[in-house]
């Protein structure tokens, strides 16, 4: 089991700058990556950052240049993913997700779980 605990989100101005951090305990051992998503209203949940233990780190294309993705992993402590977000526009208001997700067994055929947070909403208006 894996809890993770949002802060940051809340209301800027279009072109501002917000952080989101996410805490991760528990089996964090056994996190293989850690990311934040997003999900409008009536809409699926689409991914907008991760990065994984091994410091590779994927962007959708909407935030490319503008958002950026760092984590500390740390077997025996909190693993933290944090998301800066910079140049702000309005398209960006939703909710915020955290993920980790936990890989264990063979390498081969590995099994793997997902875990959320709670959400943090992000507002972008003037």
């Known amino acids: 089991q894996v809890d993770l605990v949002e802060s940051g989100g809340g209301l800027v101005q279009p072109g501002g700058s917000l952080r989101l951090s996410c805490e991760a305990s528990?089996?964090?051992?056994?996190?293989?990556?850690m990311g934040w998503y997003r999900q409008a209203p009536g809409k699926q949940r689409e991914l907008v950052a991760t990065v994984t233990f091994r410091g590779s780190s994927n962007y959708a294309d909407s935030v490319k240049g503008r958002f950026t993705i760092s984590s500390i992993f740390a077997d025996n402590a909190k693993n933290t993913v944090t998301l800066q977000m910079n140049s702000l526009k309005p398209e960006d208001t939703t909710v915020y997700y955290c993920n980790a997700v936990t890989k264990w067994g063979p390498i081969e055929a590995p099994a793997s779980a997902a875990y959320w947070g709670q959400g943090t909403q992000v507002t972008v208006s003037s």
């Open positions: 528990g089996r964090v051992r056994y996190i293989d990556a």
